[in-house]
Every structure is written in structure tokens, then in C-alpha cells.
């Protein structure tokens, strides 16, 4: 499967942007997808994760309440909804399809840069 990820951009602190990730192939009503992302001189973390049914999706700690994964398996997308930015929200952001569970990701999407300035 291949990945996707567009969405990303500038927006000041208390503002809202929506992630895109778009999976070619087949199955992705199948796969876990993930969110994650990597802030400059940082390791990559994760952010948020939807099971196949869509029934489980955690969340870091640093981004509940804020942000929310959801995903159109007619589409074969992922979105993640990201409100009231803080600047400490800044990285480049990758989605990551799992082939089982949410745990272990087995295809990852180029990224989408999200700069969030005060």
C-alpha cells in the first residue's frame, strides 16, 4: 500500500488544520493507520492511531481533546483533525498504515509539514 499525506501548513497558535492521508491499494479497510510526527531535533512520536473498524483510536497524551483521527474506508483515507494548534505542535507529520493492530507499522507516507507560530 502507498501513502500519502497532504494537508500540512502555516497557522497561528489557536488555529485548526485538517491532515489527509490517501492509501492506494487494496485492503485498507483492513489496515490499522497511524498518525505520527517528528518536531526538529526530536525523535519521531506517535499521535494518534485508528483500528481497522474504527472502533479504538488512542491518542498521545499531548494532543487529546485537541485533535481527532477519523477515516473513510470508501475513500481510503485517514484524516486527523487538529485544533487549537500550540507551536509545540509544530513537526512534519506522517500517517503509517498497520497490517495488524496499532501497535507495529508496516508502510509509512511521506510527510506533511505543520508549522504552528505564536
Known amino acids: 500500500v502507498q501513502l500519502q499525506a497532504f494537508g500540512g501548513g502555516l497557522v497561528q497558535a489557536g488555529g485548526s488544520l485538517r491532515l489527509s492521508c490517501a492509501a492506494s491499494?487494496?485492503?485498507?479497510?483492513?489496515?490499522?493507520m497511524g498518525w505520527f510526527r517528528q518536531a526538529p531535533g526530536k525523535e519521531r512520536e506517535f499521535v494518534a492511531a485508528?483500528?481497522?473498524?474504527?472502533?479504538?483510536?488512542p491518542y498521545a497524551d499531548s494532543v487529546k481533546g485537541r485533535f481527532t483521527i477519523s477515516r473513510d474506508n470508501a475513500k481510503n483515507t485517514v484524516y486527523l483533525q487538529m485544533n487549537s494548534l500550540k507551536p509545540e505542535d509544530t513537526a512534519v507529520y506522517y500517517c503509517?498504515?498497520?497490517?495488524?493492530?496499532?501497535?507495529?507499522?508496516?508502510?509509512w507516507g511521506q510527510g506533511t509539514q505543520v508549522t504552528v507560530s505564536s
Open positions: 503509517a498504515a498497520a497490517c495488524y493492530g496499532i501497535r507495529e507499522y508496516d508502510y
Open positions: 485508528v483500528s481497522s473498524s474504527g472502533g479504538s483510536t
Open positions: 491499494g487494496r485492503g485498507f479497510s483492513s489496515y490499522g
